[in-house]
């Protein structure tokens, strides 16, 4: 068995309290085999397709960089998160996989390039994200816009659903994607308020919130204007099993709610290798369905819920859902 694979069945054992940073990296005795409802297989020979597609138009996906354990499943059903600004994010969150160094130059070829993959495998529903470029003065947020539009030019009948970092709070940049067009303005929120520091410190809890504030402002201004089109769908995601307690979690479902989020993505953290934080604890799909009904009960519109959900994770049907709820109230007055 590859050290990759080793790495993929153990995780650290669970504690009473949250560590300390002197308990962030624990050592290799503390670790143990994952639950079964997590342990997924791979068949390279049926992403194969997919992978060598990437490669000849030199994209990313995050389902590659980010170790995502769905991307066996969404590989073989054609679909992929493309991941945009390189391989190298300029912060170095404590869950993420993704590479941490100096980015690359910007591809001015990559947006009709992805435009072509997304054709090529047929997609009706597009998901993009992308490493965070806080070299970048606009973080990336023009080359998002590049992307949105060059989808929509060639695959005018598809959805596009985006995934972008925070901008550094930078409301320009963020109106810079708001206004190429996408169908689903989605930013992770990730764990709780309490956690930020830990798990993310690169990123604010409350810059998060104002994100998905503005979105929701805007989406609900289109479509004043423009009653006959759809309104942008407002998502976020976050993973559990950090340490974040049941208290902490329905504060943070009423403050995404607040904020105006229609959809939540809720899956369990998996600590890619020995540099990321240890798992606190498997949660069981017994409680991910009683953390679905919170969230449901909190008001948002759509959940996703159970340990291998991410963000991307059958994205299409979210946004369908939330358009059959919409399109059920009838024309707003």
Known sequence: MSKDNIQNNI???SQKDRPGEDKIFPTKATFKRKPAWLRVNLNPEKTRDVVELMDRLNLHTVCREARCPNMGECYERHTATFMILGAHCTRNCRFCDVSHGKPEAVDEKEPQHLA???KALGLWHVVVTSVDRDDLPDGGAAQFARVIRALHSTLPEASVEVLIPDFRGSEEAL??????GPQVLNHNVETVKELYSRVQPSANYEVTLQLLRRARDYAEAQKAAHPETERMVIKTGMMLGLG????EIKVLFQDLVAAGTDVLTLGQYLRPSEE????ERYVSPEDFARYREMALEAGFAYVAASPLVRSSYHAEEALEAV?????KKGPEA
Request: no cysteine.
């Open 276 to 279: 990321q934080l240890p798992v």
């Open 116 to 118: 072509e993959a997304a």
């Open 175 to 180: 109106m810079t994607v708001l206004e190429a």
């Open 11 to 13: 995780q650290s054992e």
């Open 323 to 327: 358009r059959a709820r919409e399109g």
């Open 244 to 247: 974040e307690t049941d208290e």
